[in-house]
């Protein structure tokens, strides 16, 4: 399919002081448009290095990356929004402003100016437009950078750890945004998290890396709400908590 993204043999190496690391050691993957692919491992599996290839921040050593039939490179990368575990929301910009970062100095483009009022309204945050970053609790500051994500409408949506410094109630209410917003969007979404749970409550098939090769392939066959205690979801934890566990 022409709308596949294909990744072939990726590696990644890093040269500390006299030792190579080999961060990636031949990834293989085929996700396709509408897919919400989380990623698991232990610390040091490859989960962000390999996002932040996939993001167009560092270069492959070696192995191609395609996209719709295209092959995608630093220079001509992947159609992706970016979201990090922090907001990273520029403190001297207002919401709105963080929001069109992307399109700065343009941002104040009527067209833009009522897509980022639209996107804030579906995130919650109407009437936060002039706000300034230090007004914002931490799980507001993650919905102004998840639209800041969303503003160049990418067909990639990329997560790193974007809920991770979040207490409980915020967390688990993120998740269900998550839902919402992938569910309407027709986006494809690939997140690392170190939380099992989430990453079977958000995704539609988990892949577990171990030493930088993705070692199971999980498919989640549960539509949204999940329950979280059904026999069905914790056999799926089992699952990949075994295969993780299995790493050490």
Same mark, same amino acid.
């Given at each position: 399919?022409?709308?596949?993204?294909?990744?072939?043999?990726?590696?990644? *190496?890093?040269?500390? $002081?006299?030792?190579?690391?080999? /961060? %990636? +050691?031949?990834?293989?993957?085929?996700?396709?448009? &509408?897919?919400?692919?989380?990623?698991?491992?232990?610390?040091?599996?490859?989960?962000?290095?390999?996002?932040?290839?996939?993001?167009?921040?560092?270069?492959?050593?070696?192995?191609?990356?395609?996209?719709?039939?295209?092959?995608?490179?630093?220079?001509?990368?992947?159609?992706?929004?970016?979201?990090?575990?922090?907001?990273?929301?520029?403190?001297?910009?207002?919401?709105?402003?963080?929001?069109?970062?992307?399109?700065?100095? *343009?941002?104040?483009? $009527?067209?833009?100016?009522?897509? /980022? %009022? +639209?996107?804030?309204?579906?995130?919650?945050?109407? &009437?936060?437009?002039?706000?300034?970053?230090?007004?914002?609790?931490?799980?507001?500051?993650?919905?102004?950078?998840?639209?800041?994500?969303?503003?160049?409408?990418?067909?990639?949506?990329?997560?790193?750890?974007?809920?991770?410094?979040?207490?409980?109630?915020?967390?688990?209410?993120?998740?269900?945004?998550?839902?919402?917003?992938?569910?309407?969007?027709?986006?494809?979404?690939?997140?690392?998290?170190?939380?099992?749970?989430?990453?079977?409550?958000?995704?539609?098939?988990?892949?577990?890396?171990?030493?930088?090769?993705?070692?199971?392939?999980?498919?989640?066959?549960?539509?949204?709400?999940?329950?979280?205690?059904?026999?069905?979801?914790?056999?799926?934890?089992?699952?990949?908590?075994?295969?993780?566990?299995?790493?050490?």
């Amino acid at each position: 399919m022409m709308n596949r993204l294909k990744i072939e043999n990726l590696t990644k *190496k890093y040269q500390l $002081e006299d030792m190579a690391v080999d /961060a %990636l +050691s031949g990834i293989n993957l085929e996700i396709e448009q &509408g897919e919400f692919i989380a990623i698991v491992g232990r610390s040091g599996s490859g989960k962000t290095t390999l996002l932040r290839i996939l993001a167009g921040l560092e270069e492959q050593t070696s192995g191609k990356i395609y996209f719709r039939g295209r092959e995608c490179t630093v220079d001509a990368p992947l159609p992706t929004g970016m979201v990090f575990q922090e907001a990273r929301l520029m403190p001297w910009l207002s919401v709105e402003s963080n929001v069109l970062f992307p399109f700065l100095p *343009k941002g104040r483009d $009527e067209a833009l100016h009522r897509k /980022a %009022l +639209s996107l804030l309204e579906m995130l919650g945050l109407s &009437g936060y437009e002039n706000a300034m970053p230090f007004q914002l609790s931490g799980g507001m500051a993650q919905r102004v950078a998840l639209g800041r994500a969303l503003i160049r409408d990418p067909e990639i949506i990329l997560l790193d750890e974007p809920l991770g410094a979040l207490d409980y109630f915020t967390r688990r209410t993120l998740q269900s945004e998550l839902v919402r917003i992938y569910r309407g969007g027709g986006k494809t979404f690939i997140m690392v998290t170190h939380d099992v749970g989430e990453a079977l409550r958000l995704g539609t098939r988990v892949l577990v890396l171990k030493n930088g090769k993705i070692d199971v392939s999980v498919n989640v066959p549960m539509g949204y709400p999940r329950v979280r205690n059904s026999p069905e979801f914790q056999a799926l934890v089992d699952r990949v908590l075994g295969a993780i566990e299995d790493s050490e």
